[in-house]
């Protein structure tokens, strides 16, 4: 019990640690962004790379969330005799959360890693330290770029996962199930708020996750020892914070918004 409580000591000590630096790197990264103003094209680009890039396994996943959640909640409004609802239901589960979350989920895993591996390889292989001896900021041409990329691109790719689940709740819903089209969407709009599910559920959801899944892909990055190991260990604690990030934040913006 007495080796125990010091371990888990610097366990909490090394966590705290690590957000704190992880803060302080945000705040340089915000300072920052008016020099990055000059690598618009590698904005771009990186904004490609993780936006653009993703919108397969966002549309696809959407798609298919969609498709189970109408098939689920269909089964069981139909004990109530509320099937009529379930394009509601459906619509509000997706704007509130499931889009947000998913496509949150979704793009560390894809994109959050890839940056993440990116920028630990550059530093692998001494490019990093190589742009700071030519005077170039590599805050300013790495990192910031990376940052904005991904918290212009979450907005965007949620709107896209939500109009996917909804298609994919219509698809199985009226073609499939035999919910009047009619009904389906008319209750949908008629129940839906435009500044609780759109505004608060999606932007601003969508908003707060892509800049939290951004700062740890970078952060990790930048702080990972320039090894292969260190490399693949950075990727992994991407995903793993990342998500943890994800679900508590997810919580904490649902106990304010709503």
Same mark, same amino acid.
Not at 167 to 170: A, K, R, T
């Given at each position: 019990m007495s080796a125990r409580a010091p371990r888990s000591r610097n366990v909490v000590t090394q966590s705290l640690a690590q957000i704190g630096a992880c803060g302080l790197f945000l705040l340089t990264l915000l300072a920052a962004i008016p020099r !990055?103003?000059?690598y618009l094209r590698e904005t771009t680009r990186q904004l490609w790379f993780v936006g653009a890039m993703s919108l397969t396994i966002i549309m696809v996943c959407g798609?298919?969330?969609g498709m189970v959640l109408m098939l689920q909640l269909y089964h069981v409004l !139909?004990? #109530?005799g509320g099937t009529s609802a379930s394009g509601m239901v459906v619509a509000l589960s997706v704007y509130r959360e499931l889009g947000p979350v998913v496509t949150?989920?979704?793009f560390a895993g894809r994109a959050g890693t890839a940056v993440t591996a990116e920028i630990g390889l550059m530093r692998a292989t001494d490019q990093i330290s190589a742009m700071e001896m030519m005077a170039v900021d590599p805050v300013a041409y790495v990192a910031t770029p990376r940052f904005l990329a991904g918290l212009i691109a979450m907005?965007?790719?949620c709107c896209v996962f939500c109009a996917m689940a909804i #298609?994919?709740?219509?698809l199985v819903g009226v073609t499939w199930l035999g919910i009047d089209n009619g009904t389906f969407w008319s209750n949908m709009t008629a129940q839906v708020d435009v500044h609780t599910d759109i505004v608060n559920g999606v932007l601003l959801k969508s908003l707060a996750f892509g800049a939290v899944v951004s700062l740890i892909a970078v952060f990790q990055g930048f @702080? @990972?020892?320039?090894t292969s190991e260190g490399v693949a260990y950075a990727t992994t604690r991407t995903v793993v914070a990342s998500s943890i990030a994800i679900l508590a934040l997810d919580f904490v913006l649902t106990a304010f918004l709503m």
């Open positions: !990055s103003f000059r798609l298919f969330v !139909s004990i #109530f949150a989920l979704l907005p965007l790719l #298609f994919g709740g219509h @702080t @990972t020892p320039p």
